[in-house]
């Protein structure tokens, strides 16, 4: 006997089978322990800014110091750093 004939036959034994799954389901994600899914914290964060054609200098001056001075405010903040290139900015935040 073949799986799509036993199915068609016996339609409550399918279904019992299939709540039986799900129910393991259920219960094995319940007991999942927490080691699978580490705390994780990021001591970093970054903030990047596009600017295109615009020569470093004028990156610095019109986006880099205001958002080290806007992002210095922030308590928790260890040391700020900021990169100032031809058309984009990154400030680096350590927490």
């Not at 036959?9 to 219960?27: Q, S, W, Y």
């Not at 615009?54 to 700020?80: D, H, R, S, W, Y």
């Amino acid at each position: 006997m073949n799986l799509p004939n036993f199915s068609v036959n016996r339609p409550v034994t399918i279904l019992m089978l299939f709540i039986g799954l799900i129910l393991i389901g259920l219960i094995s994600f319940q007991n999942l322990g927490l080691d699978l899914l580490p705390d994780l914290s990021f001591p970093m964060s970054a903030i990047i800014v596009s600017y295109s054609g615009v020569a470093p200098q004028e990156i610095e001056n019109m986006v880099t110091i205001p958002l080290e001075e806007v992002v210095g405010t922030i308590q928790g903040v260890k040391n700020i750093n900021s990169y100032s290139r031809e058309g984009s900015s990154v400030v680096l935040m350590e927490y």
